[in-house]
């Protein structure tokens, strides 16, 4: 009696690729249903080249594209490179499933094929003369037969193959149907990561854009100062010390506008890469960076959330799943499996009769002896899903430290804001004393000089922690695996 394995190691590979494929590509990721997400812009698409091979390559469009951070955040969530990526991803373990699938279901095939076949009879050993004494009912006497002989045969049969027992594979498509899932989590995790660092970057240019407009305004105070100071010592009445000062100020103004341009340009290159975008495209950035004070959840409601809307979390979780069906589909390895195969079909000598043939088989297999591989199956099988269960547990812990250092990065980002208008106020009204001093002749023009740095600096504080504000509370969100749909709400748009 032959014996065979109940699994085939085809599938244990396949089981083994569905788990990596699912643990692969495995972040720190919010999501929500594919419902839920926003949908992606239609207008000022940007016009496409069609390469060899139909590789699409999209070029920038003519001029600015406007672009508020909803249409940035869709974007990206439509067309950045690691989403594609884990999109093709889910299809590779989606076609993983349907093989294993496969081993549940009958396999039908049929088949028809025609044959010329010529025999020497005298070279197996079958000499004419040795019928010359016989005689053979039908075949007149003396009749001699050829040693050559052609044969032409055609056939058409119909094959069935179907596993009527065998729990493995039952268990490996269940594991195959949690791979599925846990693909299908990982691509909506990174959709979390993507809308993350999209928004944080579109706030990154856009207090970029708020540094160069507050440099051309003392730009532009500096430009006057030095005039008034110029025109001062010209009448007489101001010293070259004064003019000198008011020189230096506005070049080491300008040196700073020309940073913030610079910086700025570059956010909106490293903005385009992460849409998916030419890196040429020109933007204009249609939002200014919001403010509106936000209540924080209690952390435990903030956990509830977390714990069901986490898509890194529910990943592992089906992942855990899998390696559970996984390590059953080893256990009962042990146990035998039972097939049929049969097919029915025609069979003749080509143009002459055709007569009816089958087989029908019932197969029962079952391992006799192949300790050291099953229980070498079975400790691999454990070890992953130990392996994840630790990892979620994990997990849990790391979101609880995330919500609570995003809560507090929150509440103290917003305090910073608050102290930095007030330090722009009140370093605005110190500068027009200054102004008003010099301007009577009581003051030279240093204090103004160091008044305008002051305002510089507190309104470069202003703008960066209204975007530290903002960006913690994206994180929050995205801490909670909402940040996708609920952005909105945090920011306070």
């Not at 495995?26 to 249903?33: E, F, I, T, V």
Request: charged share 20%; net charge negative; aromatic share 6%.
């Amino acid at each position: 009696m032959k014996v065979k394995p109940c699994l085939s190691m085809k599938s244990k590979c396949l089981a083994v690729a569905m788990l990596s494929a699912a643990m692969a590509s495995s972040s720190l990721a919010q999501q929500s249903k594919p419902e839920d997400l926003p949908p992606a812009p239609e207008p000022n698409v940007a016009p496409v080249t069609r390469l060899a091979g139909n590789v699409a390559v999209e070029r920038a469009t003519p001029g600015a594209l406007p672009l508020s951070i909803d249409d940035a955040i869709a974007r990206g969530l439509q067309h950045n490179i690691q989403i594609v990526l884990d999109l093709q991803n889910q299809r590779a373990v989606h076609g993983q499933v349907l093989q294993v699938k496969n081993n549940l279901l009958p396999s039908l095939t049929a088949q028809a094929k025609t044959s010329t076949q010529e025999t020497n009879l005298a070279a197996l050993g079958f000499n004419p003369s040795i019928f010359q004494d016989i005689s053979i009912p039908g075949v007149p006497a003396g009749t001699i037969i050829p040693t050559i002989v052609k044969v032409d045969v055609t056939s058409a049969q119909i094959n069935l193959s179907q596993q009527l027992f065998n729990v493995p594979a039952y268990y490996l498509y269940r594991a195959a149907q949690h791979a599925d899932e846990a693909a299908s989590w990982t691509t909506l995790n990174e959709r979390g990561n993507v809308a993350l660092n999209v928004g944080t970057q579109y706030l990154r240019a856009v207090a970029d854009a708020s540094e160069i407009e507050n440099a051309r305004a003392l730009l532009k105070a500096d430009e006057v100062a030095f005039q008034q100071a110029t025109a001062s010592q010209e009448a007489g009445v101001g010293v070259h010390l004064d003019t000198l000062r008011a020189r230096v100020q506005m070049q080491t103004q300008q040196q700073t506008l020309i940073n913030d341009e610079n910086a700025f340009a570059k956010d909106k290159i490293a903005l385009n890469r992460l849409m998916g975008l030419p890196a040429e495209q020109e933007l204009a950035l249609t939002d200014a960076a919001p403010y509106s004070e936000f209540a924080t959840l209690p952390i435990e409601q903030a956990m509830t959330i977390a714990f069901e809307r986490r898509k890194d979390l529910r990943s592992l979780e089906s992942q855990m799943e899998l390696a559970d069906r996984a390590e059953k589909a080893v256990k009962f390895e042990r146990l035998p499996s039972l097939s049929f195969d049969g097919y029915y079909g025609v069979l003749g000598e080509t143009h002459g009769l055709y007569h009816g043939v089958f087989s029908a088989t019932g197969k029962l297999s079952f391992p006799i002896f192949q300790e050291g591989q099953l229980r070498g199956e079975r400790e691999v099988a454990r070890a992953q899903l130990m392996g994840l269960r630790q990892q979620i547990q994990s997990l849990k812990v790391t979101i609880e430290q995330q919500i609570r250092s995003a809560m507090l990065d929150v509440d103290a980002a917003n305090e910073k804001v608050k102290v930095a208008r007030s330090s722009v106020e009140l370093a605005t009204q110190a500068l027009q004393d200054t102004n008003d001093r010099y301007a009577a002749g009581v003051d030279d023009n240093l204090p103004v000089v160091q008044a305008e740095a002051t305002l510089a600096n507190a309104q470069t504080q202003l703008v960066e922690t209204l975007y530290q504000y903002n960006q913690a509370k994206l994180t929050l969100a995205r801490s909670t695996g909402v940040v996708e749909t609920q952005y909105k709400v945090y920011l306070g748009r």
